[in-house]
Structures are given as C-alpha cells and as structure tokens.
C-alpha cells in the first residue's frame, strides 16, 4: 500500500513529495517501511499538480479578476499599523464559505487542510491561517451594503459573459428560519401580562429582534425572514435579492426584486393591484398566474406560464432556508454571499470555453 506525502523544506521554500511504500516480508511477516523520493518542486507546481485545469476554483479563478472586484473593500482598512490578512483572501474565504455551506469554524479548518481552497484563497502551504473569529470580524467590517455592491458586481461580469438574457424574469419568496420554537419567550410575555406572543411583542422577547412570524399556508408557519428572489431564465442565475421579516407580504417586497424590462413570471400571491403597478412602473409585462376570481384568469395561459416556471422553481427551493445570524441586515448579508456563491458556481459549469483575461468589475 502507498501513501503520498508533503514535507514543507523551508530553508528551500519548496515543497518534497514522497511516496511511503509499505509492505510486508515474506520471511518474518513483520511490517517495514521504504521511502521513496518521488518530486522535488516549487509550491506552484504542487499546488498546479494537485489543483487540475477543470477543478471548479482554477476556473473561477479565471473567470473573475478578483483584484479589482474585491478593491472597494479596501476602503475598511487603514493604511497604517501591522499588516494583516489581506483583504481580498478574506473575501474569497467568505465566497467559499457559501459556495461550501461551511461554518465559520467548518471554514477554519477547511483553510487550513484543504490544499484547494488554501490555494484559491490566496494562502501558501506554509502560511498561517485564520481562524473562525476573523470571519464575523471582516462581515461586521464590510457591511452588508459593501456585500451588495459586490453581488451587483459579480452579476455585471457574469452578464458581460452574456450569461444574463433580461428577457424572462422569474420572481418568488422563500423562508429563511430564525428559530423553530420560541416556547420560552411565550412563557416571559405571558408572565409580564401579554395575552400571547405574537408580531406585535415578539421583538421585547426574541434574541432576533427583526425577525417575525410569517406564513404561506395555514400548515406553513415560520418565525424568521423571507428571501425574495428574481431568477433570469438564460442560465437560471439570480439577478436580484432581497431580505424581509417574514411578515412582510411577498407583492410588497417585489418591487425590491423587479427587473427594469422583460415578462416577470410571478404564482398567485403576487396578482394583486399594487404588483400589477409596480410591474408597469419598470416597463415590464405581468405573467402573473391569476387567481381563481380574477376578471383576467386565463387557464391556458396560466397553465403555460407555469410550465415554463418550472425549472426554475428549484432555485427558490433548494436555497438554505437558515438563518446564520441575528438581525435584518447580517441576514441581508447572507442572501447576497449565498446569491453570489449559486451564480458563480453555475457559471463555471456554463462557460466551457473561458476567455484569456478575466473582465474587471463594472
């Protein structure tokens, strides 16, 4: 049997590959060992061997000059005192914590034993990594609004790829859940005089302070926040995200998510007067699938919107229905990272031919 190995040389500062070949002797049936120097090599070449053209992180690599993507974030950091992590690794970190549904301490270790995203995060073999504290820290430094911008940037690479069609829109809200049961913060309302714990109470009691209780059906009940997503049909990448309590309904949030052309394909929750205006307001055409009492219910029309719909229902889905963190805007946070991270990852599986320079952000 055989097993690989990487001793770190750092009076060279390479890296020695070798192959422990162990077997057993014929004659004494005792173990023994024999090591065989296989590389000698620079820390690019391990890494290049290791890391093959088609690994998804080479690709991405390639397709997004993260240099002047990540530049706006330069800004948070003072120019003055010791050097720390370089910004831009922190970020990359972050874009793989999502890409990976990784914790923050998950994320630690995969820093550090993953040769792969030790690589693509900017980070030598034998360079020390951070650990789980640096990622709340560099979230609370950024902001959710940096975080935006750099989602609204990822998407105008993506669409000089040609990777967005603005043609068709889909739209649709799904739950984020903050906590499953809130028995306790029931039983304190209760005891200082409140009838029952509902929206109106619930943020004098919940850790949670934005978040609320919302429903999409009587068998659909969660306290927490909505995730309110615009999906393009061209490669089913997100185009626009936002994060409400949970109590807000689905056709008030949608302006925050509408395209400024094209047909929007929205379910039933979404016909009602002041969507159909929003929809006008932004130039674009209403394929709303209408309720049963509408004036304007079309079954064949409807059945039509909603058979091409739904591939991309998955998307809504499929996302983490979790909440990482306590508030409106950490959790407006995490729909950007998470919306990033989906986009991205499609978009190395989309592009087979990458062009030979990566495009600066716009």
């Keep these: 049997m055989a097993n690989i190995s990487l001793i770190f040389r750092p009076e060279y500062g390479k890296i020695e590959l070798r192959q422990i070949l162990n077997f057993q002797s014929k004659t004494m049936q005792t173990p023994s060992e024999k090591t065989e120097k296989m590389l000698f090599a620079t820390e690019e070449e ?17 397709l997004i000059d993260f240099e002047k993507l990540v530049e706006p974030m330069r800004a948070t950091y003072s120019t003055l005192g010791a050097n720390g992590i370089d910004v831009q690794k922190g970020i990359k970190a972050l874009l793989i914590q999502f890409w990976e549904d990784y914790s923050d301490r998950e994320m630690e270790q995969a820093i550090k034993e993953n040769l ?4 693509f995060c900017g980070f030598s073999i034998g360079e020390t990594t951070p650990d ?7 979230r609370k430094r950024i ?10 940037d990822v998407n105008a690479i993506l669409d000089s790829y040609g990777l967005f069609g603005n043609v068709f829109t889909f739209i649709d809200a799904s739950t984020i859940i903050t906590k499953t049961a809130l028995w306790e913060e029931r039983d304190q309302a209760i005891k200082a005089g409140a009838d029952k714990l509902n929206n109106s ?3 004098k009691y919940a850790a949670d302070k934005d978040a609320r209780w919302g429903a999409k059906s009587k068998n659909h009940i969660w306290f927490g926040y909505k995730r309110n997503t615009a999906v393009d049909m061209r490669c089913g990448l997100i185009k626009k995200v936002a994060v409400t309590p949970a109590n807000v309904p689905d056709f008030k949030a949608a302006e925050n998510v509408m395209p400024d052309q094209g047909a929007v394909f929205m379910d039933k929750i979404y016909d009602t007067k002041k969507t159909n205006d929003i929809v006008k307001a932004h130039d674009c055409y209403a394929a709303t699938i209408r309720k049963n009492n509408s004036k304007e219910k079309n079954r064949d029309l409807d059945s039509w919107h909603s058979k091409i719909r739904m591939p991309f229902e998955g998307t809504f889905s499929k996302m983490d229905k979790h909440a990482r963190y306590r508030g409106l805007a950490k959790n407006a946070m995490q729909g950007f990272l998470q919306a990033a991270a989906y986009n991205l990852k ?12 990566p495009i600066a952000a716009v």
């Design 143 to 152: 902001g959710t609004k940096r975080v935006g911008q750099f989602f609204k």
């Design 346 to 357: 499609k978009a190395v599986n989309v592009l087979t031919v990458l062009p030979t320079a």
């Design 46 to 62: 391990v890494f290049k061997t290791i890391i093959g053209a088609n690994h998804p992180f080479r690709k991405l690599n390639e």
């Design 132 to 138: 789980y504290s640096y990622f709340c820290k560099l």
């Design 201 to 203: 109470n619930v943020q």
């Design 116 to 119: 792969a995203v030790r690589w």
